[in-house]
């Protein structure tokens, strides 16, 4: 575990931007937007230059009640060897349910339940993919929305529990801490103090806005002050060893990437400051002792299978229209639901850029996504996802002008391989799909 110093997250759309960076140290980059054998020339140039490279995993769902996937896995481990990286990350979440079938994705970062069997089935999947990846392993806490009922620790608590029982790494996420604080009224300040500082990686840091009470972690928008605020609060108990700036989207101009750089070096580091107490500073040549933790403990199956009802039964009310579960928030639940189909939306629109222009322009696509999304849970990926609905849209005989179905026809037949069904099929899906 090196010192990183001050990073980005390496994106396409900024991939110049990023190499022209002054004092850039290191880059974080989407683990699963990269192929080993084909890195793309930035990246190679960057690590050229001595830039470490981090991979950052978002799909292995380690806070899920299955067990961790190992083809999955595998390519999380192949990607850390290519770039060399000191260590990888992922994410304290779930992202899908396999049981009870059909399964489900969620296309997005969900939180898992701070109960003991919750953390049980955690910290086992972490033993898990630590004895699988090739380098060590850090988790991120994650941006909610909504809360669980009946939870029995605090965040604070869940992450200590989680360090103490597997030894992981941490990777702090000040953003998310605010946006917990506006979203479920958790005091950042109290996590900071309880977990186990020594276990961390490193830092994210990223923008977002509030709306009617509820703040949106966007990546898409400046770092405002109140979570620089709480990057300082952290560099009170800690140097970091690492801080990274996220952005996702709406890309601003590279000066304004270097600003954004500079207020986060000024915080770590402000002119003439001294700290009140001692601050651990990792050797950037020296890797610190493991964390030590516990000897592990066998998870029952009856504990993953009350996760996994669980989690099922609010995958399900958030993306395929069933009742909501009991205890939940209904208003946070259809908040979030319509942010998954919205995002959703946009993914497909990124995999498959022709719909919106087949369909009549980024509104229409969106009416008719999102009217397809309602019920219709993605279950293989934003690829697969763009073709269900493609032919949704078909079996239905929309778009209504007969050129632009002319056109989505060619396009599905093009990806799908093969040729959309007749039209007796088409009215036979459209009278089941009504039935249902």
């Not at 953003?175 to 604080?181: D, E, V």
């Not at 942010?339 to 919106?356: F, I, N």
């Not at 609905?389 to 391989?417: K, M, N, S, V, Y």
Request: charged share 25%; with cysteine.
């Amino acid at each position: 575990m090196a010192h990183l110093g001050v990073g980005i997250g390496w994106r396409p759309e900024i991939a110049d931007a990023v190499e022209r960076l002054p004092g850039l140290d290191w880059v974080e980059v989407v683990a699963e937007n990269i192929c080993p054998g084909h890195l793309p020339a930035s990246l190679l140039r960057l690590r050229e230059r001595g830039v470490r490279v981090v991979p950052h995993g978002v799909s292995l769902g380690l806070g899920g009640a299955h067990r961790p996937d190992p083809e999955k896995l595998a390519a999380l481990g192949e990607r850390a060897v290519a770039l060399g990286a000191p260590l990888v990350t992922e994410h304290i979440a779930f992202v899908r349910t396999t049981t009870p079938a059909p399964a489900l994705e969620a296309g997005h970062l969900l939180p898992v339940p701070r109960t003991r069997d919750a953390l049980d089935v955690l910290c086992e999947n972490v033993r898990i993919a630590q004895d699988a990846l090739p380098v060590p392993l850090a988790l991120e806490n994650i941006a909610a929305l909504i809360s669980w009922p009946g939870e029995e620790m605090t965040e604070g608590r869940f992450l200590s529990e989680l360090v103490e029982r597997t030894g992981v790494r941490l990777l702090i996420d000040v953003a998310n801490l605010h946006t917990n604080r506006v979203n479920r009224g958790e005091d950042p300040a109290a996590v900071l103090d309880a977990i186990p500082l020594e276990a961390l990686a490193y830092v994210h840091v990223a923008g977002g806005f509030e709306r009617d009470g509820v703040w949106h972690d966007t990546h898409a928008h400046p770092v405002p002050g109140v979570v620089l605020d709480v990057l300082a609060q952290l560099r009170r108990r800690v140097d970091p060893p690492g801080v990274l700036l996220e952005r996702d989207d709406d890309f601003p101009p590279e000066g304004e990437l270097a600003g954004e750089l500079e207020a986060i070096r000024g915080v770590l580091d402000p002119a003439g400051s001294r700290p009140s107490a001692p601050l651990r500073t990792p050797s950037r040549d020296s890797s610190p002792d493991p964390v030590p933790h516990s000897a592990p403990v066998p998870v029952p199956d009856a504990a993953r299978t009350r996760v996994g009802l669980a989690q099922a039964a609010l995958l399900s009310a958030l993306v395929a229209g069933t009742p909501v579960p009991e205890g939940f928030d209904r208003q946070r639940i259809r908040v979030q639901s319509r942010s998954l189909a919205a995002k959703r939306a946009g993914v497909v629109a990124k995999v498959a850029p022709e719909l919106p222009g087949i369909l009549g322009g980024e509104k229409a696509y969106r009416e008719a996504f999102l009217a397809y999304a309602r019920n219709r849970p993605m279950n293989g990926g934003y690829r697969r996802d763009a073709l269900d609905f493609a032919e949704h849209l078909l079996i239905r005989e929309l778009p209504a002008d007969p050129a632009d179905r002319r056109r989505l026809t060619a396009w599905w037949q093009e990806r799908a391989g093969t040729r959309p069904a007749r039209r007796i099929v088409r009215w036979a899906r459209a009278l089941v799909g009504r039935a249902a």
